[in-house]
């Protein structure tokens, strides 16, 4: 990879991404991979040292957005049979490459996926390291543990084995062995898929015992690994809290009872809003039933109460928008999470851009070292046009980034849209989109 020429942006408006209000009129300079100076000091650098300078006056200068629920590999998928029996694993790798241009053009300069098909993340990571692909800085985990209930997969996930982004794993043994094993094939985190849909019964239940919860959290501890998990509901929550989870997944309609585990457990929360809200807001654009908006609206309503509670007590919230599916396609929402934690849960938006990118470092593991505008911090710099610290949803319009720098390298923001051509047999072919009835050829007889 080429070394990056030192920049200087002068003129803007900093928010440096920490709770800080906006600094205006301030200085930052990138050298190499690092922010060596934000200020005045910044400028006095430059004197007499050849620079690449970016004029940001009237415009927000911003760390790079940091995505922590990203399934980079499934490549806006419809449906779970199209996501587990209609892909090819080099073709997904190919196609995934390719989206991770879409997430910088929307100025994501990290991101985490907690769980890939085919067990691609760790080497989709390393080639993005190693300048093979370019793309995001990237934390990942290998495949989500579920038990035979299969997650939100049903019956679509075999009794044993794997299958897309899930390995079944059905006793402490082989979830101790699989944990091991993906820590060996290069797992930043392991993904515990908790709660899972059961036929006749409303919403998600936890699909794992305390004792199954509490051995992968020792073992991936023990290597030095933190343990995220999938949890729709408020027992599901405490449980994975109280037994070691680093990371709980939506924490839907959580109660005081699992936010005290929470709080006790020193975990984070991430409550992933985006993909209930765009379905709740924009559902019917995309012929989603209104049954489906008002239950994902009240998912939203319930959880954003405790999820305001826990952000008063303490409690760290990253920024998700699961993006990879239709209706959080790559690119489109990646700061949707943002509104929504200020609308519904009550963040400023100073604070909301903390959780989209200071306490995104969580789930990158590089704490300390991106998410703010910082010297020694890495150079993953936004300018905007337009001050997200009185309206985020300016950082939704990816029209409004005027550079994007990754790296300290700057992305070419005007280059055109990634697009592709269908590619025969990856999507579902039905026969028709309803059942021909004769009622329907001879109505009334």
Known sequence: MPEPTPILITGGTVIDGTGAPPRPDTAVRLEGDRIVAVGPEAAAL?????????????YTVMPGLIDAHVHCTFDDVQSNDELFFHRDHTLAALIAARNLQKLLLAGVTGFCDPDTLFSMGPSLRDAVDAGVVEGPRMATGVQALVTAVGGTAGRLIPDTGVVGYAQVVST?????????????????????????????HQGELLAWKPEELRAVCETAHELETPVMAHARSAGSTQACAEAGVDLVLHASFMDDAALEAVIDAGAALMPTFTFLANLADYGHLVGAGAGMQDVFRGEIEATAKMMAKAHEAGVKLLCGSESGFALTPYGHWHAREMEVLVESVGLSPIEAISCATANGATALRMEGEVGTLMPGMAADVLVVDGDPSTDVTVLGDRTNLRHVISRGLPVDVT???????????????????????????????
């Open 46 to 58: 430059a004197e007499g040292v050849e620079a690449t300078v970016i004029d940001a006056t009237g």
């Open 172 to 200: 402490v043994d082989e979830m101790i062995q699989t944990t091991r094993r993906h820590i060996k094939h290069g797992a930043d985190w392991i993904k515990i898929h908790a709660t899972g849909s059961i036929p006749r």
């Open 415 to 445: 280059r055109p849209w990634p697009t592709r051509r269908p590619i025969p047999g990856e999507k579902v072919a039905n026969w028709a989109a309803q059942i021909l009835t004769s009622d329907l050829v001879w109505p009334g007889v």
